[in-house]
């Protein structure tokens, strides 16, 4: 009971954090740009009418309602019926692919939008900010350490645990698993420091703002990727793989404060979004 009451009140930080509290954050922020940087004044910030993107906000407002009563209602089920608890990893797991679901279209949308932007770009001449750019520059060469550090340590774990012919585990798998992960990571990490901008009108300060959002994003969802699966572990090996479901919904929820950093608006030039503005 007092395991079931762990994953009941963990799983419903899950609920209320991604379903509620960042979409109410998000919708906001929507609004305040709406708002404050009409398409009159910014035209370059939108390349459709207005009523689109509120259009937009409302479906992505519907969307997270439904996936918040959802998961209540799921909850509601789990606390009132008697189960052993073997499919509660699954069920956050599921729940937690649903609740970004949402987020996921929002991306897809900012890409097409981007996509429009470059092509509705008449400007006949840009100008570039010939600066070198490194990862250095946007990830502190202490966090990096930390990443590495802990991918070793990991390692070591794996090296250690394999000694004893545990019939659930998967060996070295778990480091070939591991390094494509953060190999994917790593990945996504050069393609915004080296790539080219998505937005034709970002200022080159918003970039370099953006870029170390994102890369810093990644470095710790890394080295939090790294310790999750090395708890789980650990627990599956000294024998509290009820612990599990509480630790994994923890888990996805630092993921989505980790990720959900894109999304600020705080650092943005909007004034590169004037008709006379000056792309870089």
Not at 73 to 78: D, E, G, K, P
Request: aromatic share 16%; proline share 4%.
């Amino acid at each position: 009971m007092t395991n079931h009451f762990l994953f009941h009140a963990v799983f419903l930080g899950q609920i209320l954090l991604i379903s509620f509290y960042y979409p109410r954050q998000l919708l906001g922020k929507m609004g305040f740009v709406l708002e404050n940087y009409p398409q009159d004044q910014y035209p370059r910030l939108y390349t459709k009418p207005a009523e689109h993107y509120r259009k937009a906000q409302k479906s992505f407002r519907i969307l997270n309602r439904a996936i918040l009563i959802a998961g209540l209602v799921l909850l509601a089920v789990l606390v009132n019926y008697p189960r052993s608890g073997e499919w509660d990893k699954a069920i956050a797991t599921w729940y937690f692919l649903l609740q970004f679901f949402p987020f996921l279209l929002l991306d897809i949308k900012s890409f097409k939008e981007f996509r429009r932007m470059r092509k509705a770009n008449t400007r006949g001449t840009r100008t570039a900010v010939l600066q070198r750019r490194g990862l250095f520059n946007f990830v502190s060469p202490a966090l990096f350490a930390i990443a590495i550090i802990t991918y070793v340590a990991y390692i070591f774990l794996i090296v250690h645990i394999n000694q004893f012919d545990y019939p659930w585990f998967g060996g070295y798998t778990n480091i070939v698993a591991v390094t494509l992960l953060n190999l994917f990571f790593a990945g996504i990490v050069l393609w915004h420091v080296y790539g080219k901008k998505l937005n034709p009108h970002q200022a080159h300060e918003d970039r370099l703002q953006q870029t170390e959002i994102i890369a810093k994003a990644l470095v710790f969802t890394s080295i939090a990727a790294t310790l999750f699966i090395s708890i789980s572990i650990v627990l599956s090996a000294l024998d509290l793989r009820h612990l599990q479901p509480a630790v994994q919904s923890l888990y996805f929820q630092l993921l989505a404060v980790l990720c959900l950093q894109v999304y600020r608006t705080d650092y943005i030039n909007f004034e590169v979004y004037k008709n006379d503005a000056q792309v870089t």
